[in-house]
């Protein structure tokens, strides 16, 4: 990196020269040097020729030494969008994947958007997947669970910022076992990658979110295990249960929910990139019987 002040197009351009181990170079700079200006896309096309102030160019280097040693870029901003919302992230929570927006598109395709719905979302994390759904279904309240409570913090701060406090509760506790009541909707993305599988990993990953938010067990099912266990005490009639799994998995998570659910009620559904992303049942479909 040169040591004069470079103008924003060249800092940009050095920043993913220097980030060239990562997959997304351009992005990770340009996201990083948004941060540090709190500027966004249009102001720093706009102003490619000014130069940096020297605080500033100081913090963006050392920023991108910690995106160079594979720190997520939302980890280093502390942020990231999901659903087309903005959501605070810490170490403590994993980071939003676009691919979870599959659970949410799954709940709107079988919910009507103005149905009173109680939710619960196991395994809560950052709060996204609540989040986004209580925004889709703006008459539904909501219970987000989680073992970590310093995860619960991120989620309760984000509902906050994003107006939904008075509809979204956090609980602490062991999956099911905090709760009381029925749910019309249970969504869960809970960890669900094999112990094994660890070494496997990008070091993005291994490294840096938190190991209770991804491996389960020596198959990965453990956690899916442990939900199902008790899962059908805490359903509404006509419940929709959606859980995220890995790619791998989806027609294993269905031949699971068969031992809670009609066979004609479980569905599996894919990502963006048409990868199986989940499994779930919808008690609505299931066949009336005479
Ligand atoms: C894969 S992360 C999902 C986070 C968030 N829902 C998302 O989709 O980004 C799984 C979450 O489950 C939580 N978790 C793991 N084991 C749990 C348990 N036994 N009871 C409750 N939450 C648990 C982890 O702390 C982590 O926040």
Same mark, same amino acid.
């Given at each position: 990196?040169?040591?004069?002040?470079?103008?924003?197009?060249?800092?940009?351009?050095?920043?993913?020269?220097?980030?060239?181990?990562?997959?997304?170079?351009?992005?990770?700079?340009?996201?990083?040097?948004?941060?540090?200006?709190?500027?966004?896309?249009?102001?720093?096309?706009?102003?490619?020729?000014?130069?940096?102030?020297?605080?500033?160019?100081?913090?963006?280097?050392?920023?991108?030494?910690?995106?160079?040693?594979?720190?997520?870029?939302?980890?280093?901003?502390?942020?990231?969008?999901?659903?087309?919302?903005?959501?605070?992230?810490?170490?403590?929570?994993?980071?939003?994947?676009?691919?979870?927006?599959?659970?949410?598109?799954?709940?709107?395709?079988?919910?009507?958007?103005?149905?009173?719905?109680?939710?619960?979302?196991?395994?809560?994390?950052?709060?996204?997947?609540?989040?986004?759904?209580?925004?889709?279904?703006?008459?539904?309240?909501?219970?987000?669970?989680?073992?970590?409570?310093?995860?619960?913090?991120?989620?309760?701060?984000?509902?906050?910022?994003?107006?939904?406090?008075?509809?979204?509760?956090?609980?602490?506790?062991?999956?099911?076992?905090?709760?009381?009541?029925?749910?019309?909707?249970?969504?869960?993305?809970?960890?669900?990658?094999?112990?094994?599988?660890?070494?496997?990993?990008?070091? /993005?990953?291994?490294? &840096?979110?938190?190991? =209770? *938010? +991804?491996?389960?067990?020596?198959? %990965?099912? #453990?956690?899916?295990? !442990?939900?199902?266990? /008790?899962?059908?005490? &805490?359903?509404?009639? =006509? *419940? +929709?249960?959606?859980?995220?799994? %890995?790619? #791998?998995?989806?027609? !294993?998570?269905?031949?699971?929910?068969?031992?809670?659910?009609?066979?004609? *009620?479980?569905?599996?559904?894919?990502?963006?990139?048409?990868?199986?992303?989940?499994?779930?049942?919808?008690?609505?479909?299931?066949?009336?019987?005479?």
């Amino acid at each position: 990196m040169p040591d004069a002040l470079p103008t924003i197009g060249e800092a940009l351009r050095n920043g993913a020269r220097f980030l060239k181990e990562s997959e997304t170079p351009q992005l990770d700079a340009r996201t990083i040097l948004k941060h540090v200006l709190r500027a966004d896309d249009s102001a720093l096309i706009a102003n490619a020729d000014s130069r940096l102030g020297a605080d500033d160019y100081k913090r963006y280097l050392k920023l991108l030494d910690r995106r160079a040693a594979a720190e997520p870029v939302a980890y280093i901003v502390g942020e990231k969008e999901f659903w087309s919302l903005p959501f605070e992230v810490t170490p403590d929570v994993l980071i939003p994947r676009d691919d979870s927006g599959a659970l949410i598109e799954a709940a709107i395709k079988r919910r009507d958007k103005n149905e009173p719905l109680q939710i619960a979302d196991l395994g809560t994390g950052s709060g996204c997947l609540l989040c986004a759904l209580l925004t889709e279904f703006p008459k539904a309240r909501g219970v987000g669970v989680d073992r970590s409570e310093a995860a619960l913090a991120v989620a309760r701060r984000n509902a906050t910022r994003l107006g939904l406090a008075e509809r979204a509760g956090f609980v602490a506790g062991d999956w099911l076992a905090a709760l009381s009541g029925a749910f019309d909707i249970v969504i869960a993305n809970p960890p669900y990658i094999p112990q094994g599988d660890k070494a496997g990993l990008s070091r /993005d990953v291994a490294a &840096y979110e938190p190991p =209770g *938010a +991804l491996f389960a067990g020596k198959d %990965g099912f #453990d956690a899916y295990r !442990s939900i199902l266990k /008790d899962l059908p005490c &805490y359903l509404a009639k =006509g *419940a +929709l249960v959606l859980m995220e799994c %890995g790619a #791998d998995q989806a027609d !294993s998570l269905a031949v699971m929910l068969a031992d809670i659910a009609p066979e004609n *009620a479980i569905f599996t559904f894919c990502d963006l990139a048409n990868r199986p992303r989940g499994a779930g049942f919808d008690l609505r479909k299931a066949e009336k019987k005479d």
